[in-house]
């Protein structure tokens, strides 16, 4: 009997990697990279705004390589959001001598409000520019990137444009998760979907979103979406939830690039901190999204190793296809993000780390006060009534 449940559920599996294969597939041909040869046709002014938060190690890089865009005309406000190391006194020695960057400090942050979210709609409220550019502390922009940017939403005719960073991949644990995560998060929003304007789906970097500034205000930007963690999806649906034409793009070459999560507790805490909203705070969606992974994920992985181990040609043979695939994504991710195509072997490692990390940022939710980041715990607070 277990002979049969076994195949069915192999068959299975193999029916959901073609699906996702041609998915994927689709997916490949339509990615948007942004244009590289392309100028302004004018050049209206952008206010840059930074959230910063205990960002002493890169702020000096990082806003540095924001003053070196070759655009003519922007402004840089950094809102620092109650930093407890340098990252104000680094910021204001620069404001000192480039009359370009303001720097202010945060407000009490309020209960409803997240932080990143709470400081980015202060930065907004002192911006003088016709477009609003949303980015964080911990990325190094090339200098062209604000003039292809710009220049790209006025050909496209956009409302909203954002561009993913490249990821810095430095440490194994890194190398390991984050291409492997990448795979995940376009398994769940395919980026191609995003761009379309028929599919309901929304998608959006919060290193980078360019958008007009009076739609921004006129929708209240970040108030609407003040108690989500990954406020830059959640802005991305509103925008397109109210008719506006937003596009996500991948940058050819080095456009942004951020150092992601040095340590594996920053990686931990970092993609734990919105696991649970990614469910709509539903602990039967979110349980039914770990059952799921490590069965079509991880399932087949297992059973390869058992088969190998114990002879079982036909279960190897049902296996070879699903694995076969989880490799081929894994090299084409591991490519963009410059790690080795050794790393082949990792979704199913990525899968059952990440589902751990779900399981985590659900417990955190209800046991821990909240989803940790930054020093900070966040909870709902329709949740609490």
């Known amino acids: 009997m277990w002979q049969k449940v076994l195949l069915i559920y192999l068959a299975v599996s193999n029916l959901f990697w073609l699906a996702f294969l041609i998915q994927a597939y689709v997916g490949l041909r339509k990615i948007e990279y942004l244009r590289e040869d392309i100028d302004p046709v004018s050049t209206p002014k952008v206010s840059i705004i930074v959230p910063a938060r205990n960002e002493s190690r890169i702020v000096a890089q990082s806003l540095q390589s924001l003053l070196n865009q070759d655009y003519p005309d922007f402004e840089i406000i950094l809102v620092d959001d109650h930093s407890e190391d340098q990252t104000f006194e680094i910021a204001s020695a620069l404001a000192e001598k480039d009359s370009r960057l303001r720097v202010v400090r945060s407000v009490e942050l309020p209960g409803d409000w997240r932080g990143k979210a709470w400081a980015n ?57 984050l291409p492997g995560f990448a795979i995940i998060l376009n398994m769940v929003r395919p980026l191609h979907q995003s761009n379309d304007p028929k599919q309901s789906t929304a998608l959006a970097a919060g290193g980078f979103i360019l958008t007009k500034t009076l739609i921004f205000r006129h929708e209240n930007g970040y108030h609407r979406v003040r108690e989500s963690m990954a406020e830059d999806v959640r802005l991305a649906e509103m925008y397109k939830s109210e008719g506006y034409k937003i596009k996500t793009f991948v940058p050819q070459s080095d456009l942004l690039i951020t150092p992601m999560y040095d340590s594996f507790a920053g990686l931990w805490d970092g993609l734990s901190r919105h696991a649970f909203e990614g469910s709509n705070y539903s602990p039967l969606r979110m349980c039914s999204a770990i059952a799921g992974s490590y069965l079509l994920i991880v399932g087949p992985a297992i059973l390869a190793l058992l088969s190998v181990l114990f002879g079982w040609k036909l279960i190897a043979l049902l296996c070879a296809f699903p694995l076969l695939v989880m490799a081929a994504v894994q090299i084409r991710s591991n490519l963009f993000f410059k790690v080795s195509p050794l790393y082949f072997f990792s979704f199913p490692i990525t899968t059952a780390l990440y589902g751990l990390i779900m399981l985590n940022s659900m417990l955190s939710y209800y046991l821990r006060g909240g989803n940790h980041w930054k020093g900070r715990r966040y909870r709902k607070q329709e949740a609490e009534t």
């Not at 477009?131 to 090339?142: G, K, M, P, V």
């Not at 490249?166 to 190398?175: A, D, G, L, P």
């Open 121 to 177: 709609q202060q930065g907004a409220a002192y911006a003088k520019g016709n477009w609003l550019l949303f980015t964080d502390a911990d990325i190094y922009f090339h200098p062209s990137t604000l003039r292809f940017a710009v220049a790209t939403a006025q050909k496209q005719k956009l409302d909203f444009l954002s561009i993913v960073p490249h990821m810095q991949c430095n440490t194994i644990w890194s190398r390991i998760v």
